[in-house]
């Protein structure tokens, strides 16, 4: 689809409506001003003080640990439990499929009746999305455009989220969504705002700010061809099932366990799950957890369908290997843009490829257009280090 395609219709996936006050110390980041040149001094001090507040993280959890390798067996024993349970818990945080759109559509108000804008399209989990606003019976539609593989196989994305509309005086509008995509085009709400008061209380200098925060929660049909089976033609070579919503895989335990500190903690520590033939994990995606598997079985199974969902799952349970080819093929094969390249070092913590990017930011507008949607996608190390750079470019 190119950018200037309608964006097909679909039923409306409307669950709650509410009007909410956006924070007082929202920024938006339009440009990287020059006087930053001459403030050198003042924010390589500020630059130097949170590294220092970074650096005191690990000292903190060092002096921790000192102290409890002084507490007697029984308290060595119960910290070890809850070191597993920690282990678990951090990667059930990490487990969501999740991205942001935002765009800034400007000259809304010459909207005709049927008539659509687009923002550019973004790639996430293999998937081609965007946002869409459009006219329709003096209401303002929003929708998230989903374009899928082209390769004629049948594919499916479930998905929800929330859509997020800034207007004047500190107000915004959020509605919830969620639908089952099967075939391209926008799905969302007709109706979000009616017409004249999208003008009156959302338009300002005559564009409209919208955000889509959007959640995969389970997709088909959109990686490559699976290599190796996990089914029931390996319940004779396999001691475990893992179920994954509706999909079963069999594998072997203790295979699984020296490739993730996660499956170690879970399959050989103290959790019920270490006496169990089957268990359940939660809020993943069956086939990234196919793929993954695959790539800890040996078989060559990242691409660049496939590199993002197994990265997550690779960090998720800390996998080392995984990780690993992960991150060599970002940096030697993979053609996603430096955006979508630095988002994913920072967020599976790939620390060879956010330098990497680092490096190959060499205008200040590069530098521009690596900022993501969500900032809470770079960390503060990041953060800093990008300050670093828009300095050195100045």
Known sequence: ????????????????????????????????????????????????????SISKIPKIENDKKS???TQNEADSSKSSSNSNESTVSKAIQKSEKRFVLKH?????????????????WENHFNVDSCISIKRLDDHLACLVGICGPVNGIKWTVE?????????????????????????????????????????????IDGSLTVEAHVQFIETSGIGK?????????????????????NTKFYVVRMYLAAQSSFFKALLLGNFAESKKSEITLTGIDPSDFHYFLEVLYGEIAIDESTVEGVALLADMYDSPTAIRRCETFLLNESEKSLKKKLQMATRYHLENLKEKCLEEIKT???????????????????????????????
């Open 159 to 203: 998905t929800k989220g929330d859509f997020k509309i800034y207007g004047r005086n500190k107000i915004s509008k959020i509605l919830h969504f969620g639908c089952r995509c099967d075939k391209n085009g926008g799905y969302g709400f007709h109706d979000i705002l009616k017409w004249d008061a999208m003008k009156n209380d959302y338009l």
């Open 225 to 245: 061809e699976k290599i190796r089976e996990f089914d029931e033609s390996q319940q004779d070579v396999s001691d475990l099932v893992v179920s994954v919503r």
């Open 104 to 120: 800034v559509f400007k000259n809304v108000e010459k909207l005709g009746e049927g008539e659509c804008n687009n923002s550019d």
């Open 1 to 52: 689809m190119s950018n200037n395609d309608n964006t097909a219709d679909s039923s409306d996936n409307s669950q709650n409506d509410s009007t909410v006050k956006t924070p007082g110390n929202l920024i938006e980041i339009d440009e990287i001003k020059p006087t930053l040149k001459r403030k050198l001094d003042e924010i390589s001090e500020k630059l130097q003080s949170l590294e220092e």
């Open 364 to 394: 200040v507008a590069e530098l521009r257009s690596v900022l993501p949607a969500d900032l809470d996608d770079l960390d503060k190390k990041v953060m800093a280090d990008l300050l670093r750079k828009s300095i050195s470019l100045h």
């Open 67 to 69: 102290t409890e390798s």
